[in-house]
């Protein structure tokens, strides 16, 4: 993969958030090259197209970027009013908001919203039933030392932030 090939796509989105944003192109198009330095490592040819991989993650990062300008609500907003939200940036406001419910739940509860959102991280098995992911992040809960009750209070925790934000 070679950073000519992938450099006018970087120009190009860069070019698109600072019109549709503000933000400075300069600092966006450096941000982008930091990005494709970055996910040249952590590519998996075996999850799909590097270009695709790189424009997320670049999306994903100019989001990051606009959201620090402003808070993340007045954020999403702005970038609905401007219809800069499609599917996967709404998904990835949305998993924002989510990441910052979850930092504010127990130790315990943050591990296993973890495990069951990243679970190629904890399990060999993964595309289990909601029903079979809740016994093996129980069990593995159980290895890294913690009990029943810290458990299925974490479980509690999880249920109330969900009921909190209508899921």
Known sequence: ?????????????AWDWNKKTGLDF????????????????????AMGIFGTFLYRC????????????????????????????DKAYDYTM???CLDDLVSRLSKEAEMMVDMALNPRGYFT??????KRMKGQIKEKMKQEGFTNRKIDTAIQDIRLMLNEIGG
């Open 125 to 130: 098995k993964v595309g289990l039933t909601p």
């Open 58 to 85: 670049l999306v994903n990062r100019f989001i990051s970027l606009y959201t620090e300008s402003c808070n993340v609500v007045e954020g999403t907003e702005k970038l609905k009013q401007l219809n800069y939200l």
């Open 26 to 45: 300069d600092e966006l198009q450096a941000e982008g090259n930091l990005v494709f330095c970055d996910v040249i490592g952590k590519f998996d040819p």
């Open 94 to 96: 949305r998993r924002l």
């Open 1 to 13: 993969m070679k950073y000519a090939d992938y450099e006018n796509m970087i120009n190009k989105l």
